[in-house]
């Protein structure tokens, strides 16, 4: 019997369907899909010559890059896991990272130096440049031709609500059925381009590259985003779909100002929350069609989306899941809740992970019957449309990056003059929302001096924008962290 769940190695099957067709745009090249064959199958040799191997996971901490592209195909090409680091954090922030995934490789680039050496300085670890990896002698490698849908392929860690990031588990599986959800929601057609000006260490970024590989179609990648830029590139390139979050739909649409946008784009996705009225008012007049989503890390991109026809009649809807998925809500008992009631957000679906890498005991709890626990809080109106609430409870997501209250929370009462902190997000303009930060301990605390303190233990966009000190911090019989109480002071504060 043929197991249904083998498929051939999705880069091994692309460059043999479409070997000619282009693959990836970056930095004024294009690259055919051989091309990417190619440098991967190098690039995969020179790995397993400098002792990767088959089954390893793989630390990849480098830049939106076309080297990073042909660096992570060639992980896939002798199933080595990537466990695919964000660059934006600190050193001390990767290192918790490296050390729960367990991963005795790195791979990163010399712009990193300062970070790697940190963790090589603190853990045993075999920390690999790619500007030396590609010096090494090529061997030929041992290409694994087939690939399990259960096999894992990469790692993301996100936050959880504890402070304490987990690594979720994306499966090749997970990867295949997000593409195909994806293509079914959106359509598809030889023509389609697609942009990436988003990072690819997230899934947002990564589960482009493989639609990329799986619909064979190109790719226009960017180091980072630029709208003027982007503008160009949608001409120049062609470009039918771009993945974006408000801040930049919203720079793209001023940057336009009286201009339009080209006849052949088709969908801004939207992910990181749900646009502002006046922002989806200013794409309708542009003629530029916006589709927001919900999704997660857990379930490898988008798995709700809303479709443009419906951005008004709706407004604040993420939307229907995709075809291949399922979702409910269910209240405190775990019964569904009626249309209208709030409640936890449950998914299910072949794009779903399985589960977190090293957390064998929050793994047997944390599905039941295939069903994930988002930890988000919704509702389903009478059509089934899906209204985000809270983002995991206490979720900021600030310029399209999510960030843990918990895990500011943790940072701030280890400083030694912080008997406790609380964290809120408030509202911004340019990034939707930033943390602001409540602290209690003792008199006359330096505020510039714990926002220093915060910098170097964490990412940029996590530290506190505003630092407020106060006797104490509201807690209930629980202990838990009254932050509706944090709000009326903050609004009191006037600040």
């Not at 499966?171 to 990436?196: F, I, K, P």
């Not at 985003?225 to 062609?238: D, L, R, Y």
Request: hydrophobic share 40%; with cysteine; aromatic share 8%.
């Amino acid at each position: 019997m043929i197991d249904a769940q083998i498929m051939p190695n999705f880069l091994l099957k692309r460059a043999f369907l479409t070997p000619e067709r282009p693959a990836i745009y970056f930095s004024g090249v294009t690259y055919s899909f051989k091309e990417v064959y190619d440098r991967a199958y190098t690039i995969a040799g020179q790995m397993e010559a400098v002792g990767l191997k088959k089954g390893d996971y793989a630390g990849v901490l480098l830049r939106n890059h076309v080297d990073t592209v042909f660096i992570l195909l060639a992980l896939q090409l002798i199933d080595i896991k990537a466990v695919i680091l964000n660059n934006r954090l600190t050193a001390e922030e990767l290192i918790f990272q490296m050390n729960d995934s367990q991963s005795p490789f790195l791979l990163t680039e010399s712009v990193f130096d300062d970070v790697s050496q940190k963790i090589s300085d603190s853990l045993t670890v075999s920390s690999i440049l790619k500007e030396d990896l590609f010096k090494c002698a090529h061997t030929e490698p041992a290409v694994v031709e087939e690939i399990s849908l259960d096999e894992v392929c990469t790692v993301m860690y996100t936050s959880g609500t504890t402070g304490n990031p987990k690594g979720v588990l994306q499966s090749y599986g997970n990867h295949w059925w997000s593409a195909v959800g994806s293509a079914l929601n959106l359509g598809l057609n030889e023509q389609d381009r697609w942009l990436c000006a988003v990072p690819i260490f997230h899934i947002s970024g990564y589960s482009i590259l493989m639609r990329s590989i799986i619909y064979g179609m190109k790719m226009v990648l960017f180091e980072s985003f630029h709208e003027s830029k982007a503008i160009e590139a949608i001409s120049s390139e062609k470009v039918t779909i771009m993945s974006v979050v408000s801040t930049m739909l919203s720079r793209i649409v001023v940057k336009l100002q009286d201009e339009m946008l080209p006849s052949y784009f088709r969908c801004m996705l939207l992910g990181g929350g749900p646009a502002a009225r006046f922002l989806l008012e200013a794409c309708k007049e542009k003629d530029i069609p916006v589709y927001q989503t919900y999704g997660m890390t857990e379930t490898s991109s988008q798995i709700v989306t809303l479709a443009p026809e419906y951005s008004f009649s709706k407004l604040g809807s993420a939307g229907k899941p995709l075809f291949p998925s399922q979702l409910k809500i269910v209240g405190a008992s775990g019964e569904k809740t009626d249309a209208g009631e709030a409640g936890e957000i449950l998914v299910k679906g072949p794009n779903v992970t399985k589960g977190y890498l090293n957390r064998d005991d929050e793994n047997s709890k944390g599905t039941k019957d295939g069903w994930l626990s988002t930890g988000d809080i919704g509702y389903l109106d009478q059509e089934g449309f899906l209204y985000v609430l809270d983002r995991r409870s206490d979720l900021i997501i600030s310029g399209g990056e999510n960030i843990y209250p918990a895990e500011i929370e943790g940072v701030l009462v280890s400083h030694p003059s912080i008997n406790d902190a609380g964290v809120i997000g408030m509202k911004d303009d340019v990034w939707g929302e930033v943390p602001i930060a409540f602290i209690a301990g003792e008199e006359n605390l330096d505020t510039e001096e714990v926002t220093q303190f915060c910098l170097g233990k964490l990412a940029k966009y996590k530290v506190p924008k505003k630092i407020l000190t106060i006797s104490e911090i509201p807690r209930n019989a629980s202990k838990k962290i009254l932050r509706r109480k944090l709000r009326e002071l903050l609004e009191e504060s006037g600040k």
